[in-house]
C-alpha cells in the first residue's frame, strides 16, 4: 500500500499542516484523527490497514490530515471567541486550500469525509457546511454540540460552527446528494448525539443511515468494523 508523508503549506493558516495519504489513486477520503491526535494516528490505530484491499485495488485515496483542536474547542487556554475563530480558520483552510487540492489531484467534483470520535464532529461540520464539496459523509462515533466546550459563551459564530444549531435552520434540499453515515454502538458514550442528530435530520428530510452497532465500546474495535464496512457499500 502506497504512503506518502506531506507537508501542505496553508496560507489561511500561515504555516505546515501534515498529513499521510495513502493509495496512488482511487475516490478520495479525508478523515480526520479523533479528539487531539494527530494525522498518523489512524495507520498507528489499524484503520487504514483495516481497509488495506480498497486502496491497494485504487478503489479509495484516504488522506489522513492534522486538526487545531489543542487551539481550538480543547484550546481551553485561549478565549472561547478566540478558539471558535481559529476553528473558522481552519474549516476555510480546508474549503478554500486542500479539498480544492485533492479535488484537482483525484479528479472529481466531490470528496467523501470521514473520522472517529471527535472526528466524526470535525467530518459531519465540514460536510454540513460546504456540502457542494462533500458526497460521502462517514461518522463513527461522533457528537456533534460544542456549546459545552465554551463555559456559557455564544455568538453567531459559534452557532454557524455547530450543527446542532445550525441544520434545523438550513435548507434540507442542499444535503439530498450526500450519502450519509452516522456510526454509532449501544455503549457508544456518543450514542444520545448521534440519536439527536439523526431526529435533526429527519424532521429535515435528509435520508441518512444511522447504524447503532451491538454491545461495543466507544474505541477502535468498533471503528475498525464499521470503516471497511462502509467503504464496500461506497464500492457498489
Known amino acids: 500500500m502506497q504512503e506518502q508523508y506531506i507537508k501542505y503549506y496553508s496560507h489561511c493558516l500561515s504555516r505546515d499542516v501534515e498529513m499521510l495519504v495513502f493509495g496512488n489513486w482511487g475516490y478520495p477520503i ?15 490505530q489499524g484503520l487504514i490497514e483495516s481497509v488495506r484491499g480498497f486502496v491497494e485495488s485504487g478503489k479509495f485515496k484516504i488522506y489522513c490530515i492534522d486538526t487545531l483542536d489543542a487551539e481550538t474547542w ?6 472561547p471567541a478566540q ?18 487540492y485533492i479535488q484537482r489531484e483525484c479528479q472529481v467534483d466531490r470528496i467523501a469525509v470521514g473520522g472517529c470520535s471527535f472526528g466524526g ?8 457546511r460546504h456540502p457542494d464539496q462533500v ?24 452557532y454557524f460552527t455547530n ?19 452516522l456510526g454509532s454502538s449501544e455503549w457508544d458514550i456518543c450514542l444520545n448525539g448521534n440519536l439527536i442528530m439523526s431526529r435533526i435530520l429527519n424532521n429535515k428530510g435528509i435520508d ?7 454491545r461495543e465500546l466507544h474505541d477502535w474495535p468498533l471503528w475498525r468494523q464499521m470503516f471497511p464496512d462502509y467503504l464496500s457499500k461506497m464500492a457498489q
Request: proline share 5%; charged share 20%.
Open 163 to 181: 450543527p446542532v444549531d445550525y441544520i434545523p435552520n438550513d435548507q434540507g434540499w442542499r444535503f439530498a446528494h450526500m450519502n450519509i453515515v
Open 121 to 128: 464532529f470535525h467530518a459531519l461540520n465540514f460536510a454540513f
Open 208 to 214: 441518512h443511515w444511522l447504524d447503532i452497532r451491538g
Open 30 to 44: 479525508l478523515l480526520f484523527p479523533s479528539t487531539l491526535n494527530r494525522y498518523y494516528e489512524a495507520k498507528d
Open 135 to 158: 458526497a460521502y459523509l462517514l461518522s463513527m462515533s461522533g457528537d456533534f454540540d460544542i456549546r459545552s466546550f465554551l463555559n456559557g459563551y455564544y455568538d453567531q459564530n459559534v
Open 83 to 100: 478558539r471558535v475563530q481559529n476553528y473558522i480558520q481552519y474549516d476555510k483552510f480546508l474549503a478554500n486550500e486542500l479539498v480544492p
Open 74 to 79: 480543547y484550546g481551553k487556554h485561549l478565549p
